[in-house]
């Protein structure tokens, strides 16, 4: 599972899953199904029966163009005016932000236009079927990304991510928050600390909890030994994800 940090106006760091080259695949198959029944919709209401004729009159160029239209222009316009999302991304809870969380302006939506290549559709001859190269392009690019970007993604400098953060809390979480009432703190000189180092703390520890894999537990035991030597203790808990647990406990409930 890859994710990204953005920080809030409130300086707080909300960390959100990127979309997985999977789920964007089945949003764009989403969004093309829906309008292969809007072209077939409308070529019955205009009594046409050959997107690629072999020859064409001034009539039949424009109603063909009109129904290409809300095809061609459908992504840039529609992600700009519901920040982010096509009816494919609606479905699939995705969306299209900057690199730093906020919705995509009209430069970054039309760099990703362009990219995709729907203004190919343009076109009535044969050679619109070049279109259908363009997303497997993009699927490989995606899938070696780092970000799972394409191209015009990149060129944009924007992502695609999950509608809801990784990290979700509920009311129950709230009322379980502990005040010195209630709950004698085990290392009084985790007050000592920063928002900031409990803010790394925090991120370790959901980082092990949603991917545990090597790096984020060697991360987490050098944060802990590191943590307890700062507390001067003889030597760190054996148990040290439980360890940074009650420190981020201790330190929130000193600093209420």
Same mark, same amino acid.
């Given at each position: 599972?890859?994710?990204?940090?953005?920080?809030?106006?409130?300086?707080?760091?909300?960390? *959100?899953? +990127?979309?997985?080259?999977?789920? %964007?695949?089945?949003?764009?198959?989403?969004?093309?199904?829906?309008?292969?029944?809007?072209?077939? !919709?409308?070529?019955?209401?205009?009594?046409?029966?050959?997107?690629?004729?072999?020859? /064409?009159?001034?009539?039949?160029?424009?109603?063909?163009? !009109?129904?290409?239209l809300p095809?061609?222009?459908?992504?840039?316009?529609?992600?700009?005016?519901?920040?982010?999302?096509?009816? $494919?991304?609606?479905?699939l809870g995705? &969306?299209?932000?900057?690199?730093?969380?906020? =919705?995509?302006?009209? %430069?970054?939506?039309?760099? =990703?236009?362009?990219?995709?290549?729907?203004?190919?559709?343009?076109?009535?001859?044969?050679?619109? #079927?070049?279109?259908?190269?363009?997303?497997?392009? $993009?699927? #490989?690019?995606?899938?070696?990304?780092?970000?799972?970007? %394409?191209? $015009?993604?990149?060129?944009a400098n924007?992502?695609?991510?999950?509608?809801?953060?990784?990290?979700?809390?509920?009311? =129950?979480?709230?009322?379980?928050?502990?005040?010195?009432?209630?709950?004698?703190?085990? *290392?009084?000189?985790?007050?000592?600390?920063?928002?900031?180092?409990?803010?790394?703390?925090?991120?370790?520890?959901? &980082?092990?909890?949603?991917?545990?894999?090597?790096?984020?537990?060697?991360?987490?035991?050098?944060?802990?030994?590191?943590?307890? =030597?700062?507390?001067? +203790?003889?030597?760190?808990?054996?148990?040290? /994800?439980?360890?940074?647990?009650?420190?981020?406990?201790? *330190?929130?409930?000193?600093? %209420?």
């Amino acid at each position: 599972m890859k994710s990204i940090e953005f920080e809030s106006a409130q300086n707080v760091k909300i960390e *959100y899953e +990127l979309a997985s080259v999977g789920q %964007r695949a089945a949003a764009a198959i989403i969004d093309f199904v829906a309008f292969v029944i809007y072209f077939v !919709v409308m070529a019955m209401v205009l009594g046409l029966n050959d997107f690629f004729p072999e020859s /064409m009159g001034p009539q039949m160029f424009v109603e063909l163009l !009109v129904i290409k239209l809300p095809f061609i222009f459908y992504h840039p316009l529609i992600e700009y005016l519901t920040q982010g999302q096509s009816l $494919g991304k609606y479905i699939l809870g995705i &969306r299209v932000v900057t690199m730093t969380g906020e =919705r995509p302006g009209l %430069r970054e939506v039309f760099t =990703r236009w362009i990219f995709k290549g729907d203004f190919i559709w343009i076109s009535a001859d044969i050679l619109v #079927l070049v279109w259908f190269i363009i997303p497997i392009m $993009g699927i #490989l690019f995606a899938g070696t990304s780092p970000l799972n970007q %394409r191209i $015009g993604d990149a060129m944009a400098n924007v992502i695609v991510i999950k509608n809801k953060s990784s990290i979700q809390y509920t009311l =129950r979480d709230v009322l379980s928050i502990k005040n010195q009432e209630n709950y004698a703190p085990v *290392y009084p000189n985790a007050i000592r600390f920063t928002d900031e180092d409990m803010l790394l703390i925090k991120n370790a520890i959901q &980082r092990v909890r949603s991917n545990p894999n090597p790096e984020n537990k060697r991360f987490a035991i050098e944060l802990a030994d590191e943590s307890a =030597r700062l507390l001067g +203790l003889p030597e760190t808990p054996e148990k040290r /994800m439980q360890f940074l647990q009650t420190l981020l406990q201790d *330190y929130v409930v000193l600093t %209420r």
